[in-house]
């Protein structure tokens, strides 16, 4: 999956490692190395079944790493499924890139963060428990002010909402003046 910050890339890949029914494997680029991929690798070649392997921030391993996905993924005992920013085009190696289909994902419309953003006031993982009172302006401000990146979005409306007062009612309000001084 290539595609922007907060776009949805590792919801997606979770979403599909739950769907597919096979052992799946998490690594970071960002912090694994050979040795981890290795021991992936092995886990894969030990234990019988299909194996998945999530990579994110993949555009990260140099490519010594990179080469080192590519016999597992020739002999079938790992599928891959790696999620960048970067454009995959230029920052992995082209034999890696022949296994593989690039899925390009676009930054999230206003209209997307606003529902994700309602979702999570109303969710019981979210913020269903403190009864937030938020005007639609408020949530169309924050859509618009984060650019396309529902995580931002997110972190925002926690900082709103972390600022927010209580009414005689028990609602937590959150209002357009408390907005201005988060943002």
């Known amino acids: 999956f290539w595609g922007p910050p907060g776009s949805g890339k590792t919801t997606l890949a979770h979403l599909v490692a739950r769907a597919s029914k096979q052992r799946v494997h998490y690594l970071s680029a960002v912090t694994a190395g050979l040795k981890d991929l290795r021991e992936v690798v092995e886990q894969a070649r030990q234990t019988p079944g299909k194996h998945l392997l999530f990579l994110d921030e993949i555009h990260r391993f140099n490519k010594t790493q990179q080469d080192g996905l590519l016999p597992v993924l020739e002999n079938g005992n790992l599928r891959l499924l790696g999620a ?5 085009y230029f920052e992995l190696r082209k034999a890696l890139l022949s296994r593989c289909r690039v ?10 963060i606003s529902r994700i953003l309602k979702r999570a006031l109303v969710h019981p993982k979210g913020f269903e428990s403190l009864r937030v009172q938020m005007a639609d302006e408020v949530i169309k401000s924050l859509s618009q002010t984060a650019d396309g990146d529902a995580r931002t979005a997110l972190n925002l409306l926690e900082l709103v909402i972390s600022r927010g007062k209580y009414s005689a009612d028990g609602r937590l309000v959150v209002d357009e003046k408390i907005l201005e001084v988060v943002l």
């Open 103 to 112: 899925v390009q994902l676009e930054k999230l419309r206003a209209e997307d």
């Open 84 to 88: 960048t920013t970067e454009n995959p």
